[in-house]
């Protein structure tokens, strides 16, 4: 089993290594816009960037978002605490959609690029830390993900990704995009650092209430399931690789399953209801007052005052707030935000029925890697159906995994493994397996001793 950790802990360092480290990749953050500032004071210790939505003392920490431009929080958020107490080194911040709103990194000012081919995207909502992850050889980033914003960047930038079982690493110091869906997970190049890393964030944490003191378990399957209904509207070339990769997982003596369950189609509608429901309350607090962006100005008018602060948002994050503010409202709350949230009890108790026996398995993105140009086409709804595959496992909290395993086009494409809730180890501990077997290769390698 690879680890990265490992390996650069047990070489010796030329004494620049980090300046020259820092050097190099500042040459590749103005083609690629990988990170949104780059520690300076770069330490002994093994590379973490941290995603611009977690909180890092002293350092500007803005979610991507104009409004919070200058914000400093006085305090690291628990998992960056961690890992520092580990010995690891701050590298700096990772680029993002706003606030975490996206599939593709493109809701954001100077949006981040593919490495494989600069013209597409690299996903989102944790763009950067997909990139980061996948140029640098020795580095594991820590990003979020509420809907899929962990597995769909580390799809399509070819690096494993992955989000815990909710709750089981503290969100403190996170800034939050929907509090009952926010993960914070991990990138690494290869399973065995993902399983290092969250051995180090686990645990409860007094700072965030929800956080969770559970025993994690490691219980393997040797059953996949495929859910019917996920693989109708995969691109043909996604379906015919996936289907490739069945075939390989069949070599290596593991069952394939193929289930129905048509209530997962429901899935994106609730997602997108509960998560609006609760980033428009979030976002609430961004006035013009306490937060980042000041308006200075109090001689202005209540409303002037008001829309002049929030008028900082992207268009994305104005669409959320009115989205949100409009599923919740008195007259119309049962037909939608209750519903929602129905439905996700009711998916979350068929899928765990399935995750009793089995893994639940599929590509992680129903497309290949697109252009920037044509997600920028999109409308609103083509672009929240692509995250079809990413929402169900997201919605229910449960632990999942993306691998990549395949090039289409010279471009890299991964698949999605789903375990039960607390069975967070068995996803990666399949993955290890896998690149046991299969061998990857990385188009660069920043850092390398
Ligand atoms: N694409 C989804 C959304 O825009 C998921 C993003 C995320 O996980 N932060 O809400």
Redesign the pocket.
């Known amino acids: 089993m690879k680890s990265y950790i490992s390996e650069f802990e047990s070489k010796d360092k030329p004494k620049d290594y980090y300046q020259k480290l820092l050097e190099e990749l500042k040459g590749k953050n103005r083609e690629l816009h990988v990170f949104n500032n780059l520690n300076e004071d770069l330490r002994d210790g093994f590379p973490f960037s941290v995603k611009d939505n977690i909180c890092v003392r002293g350092v500007e920490s803005t979610a991507s978002s104009k409004i919070l431009k200058t914000y400093k929080p006085p305090f690291n958020a628990t998992v960056v605490e961690r890992l520092q107490r580990q010995g690891f080194a701050f590298l700096g911040k990772t680029n993002?959609?706003e606030?975490?709103?996206?599939?593709f990194g493109i809701?954001c000012e100077t949006p981040a690029r593919n490495p494989f081919n600069v013209d597409y995207v690299a996903g989102?909502?944790?763009s950067g830390a997909a990139v980061a992850t996948s140029i640098l050889k020795y580095h594991v980033a820590v990003a979020?993900?509420?809907?899929?914003?962990?597995s769909?960047p580390a799809a399509f930038c070819g690096v494993v990704g992955f989000t815990p079982t909710y709750g089981v690493v503290s969100r403190n110091g996170l800034i939050d995009?929907?509090n009952s869906?926010?993960k914070i997970g991990f990138m690494a190049r290869s399973a065995a650092d993902i399983r290092k890393v969250l051995n180090m964030s686990v645990g409860r944490d007094e700072k965030d209430t929800t956080s969770l003191d559970a025993r994690l378990r490691d219980e393997p399957k040797i059953q996949f399931s495929v859910i019917n209904q996920l693989m109708n509207g995969l691109d043909d070339k996604v379906r015919s690789a996936f289907d490739k990769l069945l075939e390989k997982l069949k070599s290596m003596d593991y069952k394939i399953n193929y289930v129905d369950l048509k209530d997962i189609e429901a899935a994106i509608p609730a997602?997108?209801i509960i998560?609006?429901a609760e980033?428009s309350t979030n976002l609430a607090r961004y006035t013009g007052f306490k937060y980042g962006f000041k308006v200075g100005d109090f001689s202005k008018r209540y409303n002037d005052f008001f829309t002049e602060a929030r008028m900082q948002f992207g268009s994305?994050a104005k669409r959320?707030i009115i989205l949100g503010t409009f599923v919740r409202g008195a007259s119309v709350k049962n037909r939608y935000y209750v519903k929602a949230l129905k439905v996700r009890a009711m998916l979350g108790e068929k899928m765990r029925r399935i995750l009793r026996e089995s893994l639940i398995i599929s590509p992680t993105m129903s497309i290949t890697t697109p252009k920037i140009s044509e997600v920028e086409k999109l409308s609103p709804v083509q672009?929240?159906a692509?995250?079809m595959l990413?929402?169900p496992p997201?919605l229910c909290g449960f632990p999942h995994v993306s691998f990549p395993y395949e090039y289409i086009d010279d471009m890299p494409i991964g698949a999605q493994i789903v375990g039960d809730h607390f069975n967070d180890y068995a996803p990666i501990s399949f993955v290890e397996n896998w690149e046991g077997k299969f061998k990857y290769r990385f188009k660069y390698n920043i850092g390398a001793i």
């Open positions: 993002m959609d606030f975490g709103f996206g599939s809701n989102g909502s944790s979020e993900s509420t809907g899929g914003s962990i769909a995009y929907a869906l926010d997602y997108y998560s609006t980033a994305e959320r672009t929240y692509l995250d990413t929402i997201n």
